[in-house]
């Protein structure tokens, strides 16, 4: 945008201090109107630029004091640019005062984000995940780069954010950062979240996400067929770790379980219920959702092998990455075309319950999903349930004749 306002660094002479370093100045000049303001820093005149208003040198100290006046120059050319849109011409003191009006902390976006992040951080395990929190950590990595690369800046006032902004952010995790359009769209709902909890609290009176339209592509979620599992469960795994990791899988798909609730489930979670059989009575690690569902015979047998009735905790399970590891392999020597990982078990269970006739309601509550669209992702129709309905409609249909 084309602007009559003038930014100029100066050092002002005549009152140095007892090291020699003079007082920086920032003179203000709109439609000759001027006003000047003291940067509250102090330089040495020999090492002053005065042609591009900056510091001679690159070591670090030099390189953050260039910055952070690069930094200012943009704060007063957006202020500037966002005064005249909405109120039209301006003075330069008024210019100063909106700029240089001491924002408090809560009204700057990485601070408010890494606080918010830390209060996290005293939840997790209290209803909060740690799954989540790196989420929130990661995003807060990205956003804090990408104001540093974009525009210069360590932070940002919440006022000062854009869909302009928003949009940039989204173009940095697709482009540069070369990242799938699922993660992308996660990324961006958790960077809303932040701005939503900001305009909650008064500190941003317009969402800057009004207009955005984010984008979810629908993937097809990798499962075992009947037949693939049965591969998996008689394949003569190896003693230790491969058999335990193998028969774990063969608990999460016949639980619904993912890794994490398999890691956190407990024996106080395993309990006699109201039918007389034996029930997993806990809550998803993910959303803390209740998932309760009775144990089938085959996770039973597991739980007998591989649990230790000495911990807290049921099993002694590897990290995902080890198991998942052991799985890719497995799945090879299987002949399984799927990648094979521990995920891929609870996405089995929900597939083969539905195909087997189970009401998506059951399941959906079984996984402990918030919210049934997400258990409708796994209402795959196969081959096997197609040619066993279309048997089933034939016989009832057996009575109608042709000629």
């Known amino acids: 945008m084309r602007t009559n306002l003038s930014i100029l660094y100066y050092l002002k002479y005549g009152s140095a201090s007892k090291d020699g370093k003079l007082p920086l100045m920032c003179r203000l000049t709109i439609d000759g109107r001027s006003t000047s303001f003291s940067c509250k820093r102090r330089l040495p005149p020999e090492r002053w630029d005065a042609r591009h208003g900056m510091l001679k040198g690159n070591d670090p100290e030099t390189l953050r004091i260039n910055r952070e006046l690069e930094e200012l120059k943009k704060q007063l050319l ?73 525009y210069q800046l360590t932070d940002v006032r919440f006022n000062h954010i854009t869909l302009n902004l928003v949009t940039a952010f989204e173009t940095y995790l697709r482009v540069e950062k070369g990242l799938k359009t699922n993660t992308v769209w996660v990324y961006m709902t958790t960077f809303k979240h932040i701005l939503t909890l900001a305009q909650a609290n008064g500190v941003m009176h317009t969402h800057p996400f009004s207009g955005y339209k984010g984008h979810f592509e629908q993937v097809d979620r990798g499962y075992l067929t009947e037949e693939e599992l049965g591969k998996v469960m008689t394949y003569p795994a190896a003693e230790g770790t491969e058999r335990l990791v193998r028969d774990l899988f063969v608990f999460a798909a016949f639980t619904g379980l993912s890794y994490s609730d398999v890691k956190a489930l407990r024996w106080d979670n395993i309990r006699p219920m109201f039918d007389g059989n034996t029930w997993i009575v806990t809550r ?48 090879k020597k299987c002949g399984i075309r799927t990648r094979m990982t521990f995920h891929i078990g609870r996405h089995t269970f929900a597939t083969l319950s539905l195909s087997k006739g189970v009401p998506i309601e059951t399941v959906s509550s079984i996984l402990g999903h918030t919210n049934i669209r997400t258990t409708q992702i796994y209402a795959k129709i196969t081959n096997q349930k197609i040619s066993e309905d279309m048997e089933e409609l034939a016989g009832k249909l057996a009575s109608f004749s042709y000629l």
């Open 78 to 150: 957006a202020d500037y640019s966002a005064i005249l849109r909405e109120y039209g011409p301006i003075l330069p003191t008024s210019l100063k005062n909106y700029t240089m009006g001491a924002p408090s902390r809560q009204e700057m976006l990485m601070y408010v984000f890494n606080r918010h992040n830390e209060d996290f951080q005293k939840m997790v395990g209290h209803g909060r995940s740690l799954r989540s929190l790196r989420r929130y950590e990661t995003v807060y990595r990205h956003l804090r780069d990408f104001l540093l690369k974009r």
């Open 284 to 331: 998803r690690q993910k959303t803390h959702t209740p998932s309760n569902l009775r144990l089938l015979d085959i996770p039973l047998k597991i739980l007998k092998e591989h649990g230790d009735p000495s911990r807290d905790t049921v099993f002694k399970i590897p990290s995902n990455n080890c198991c998942n590891e052991y799985l890719i392999a497995l799945g």
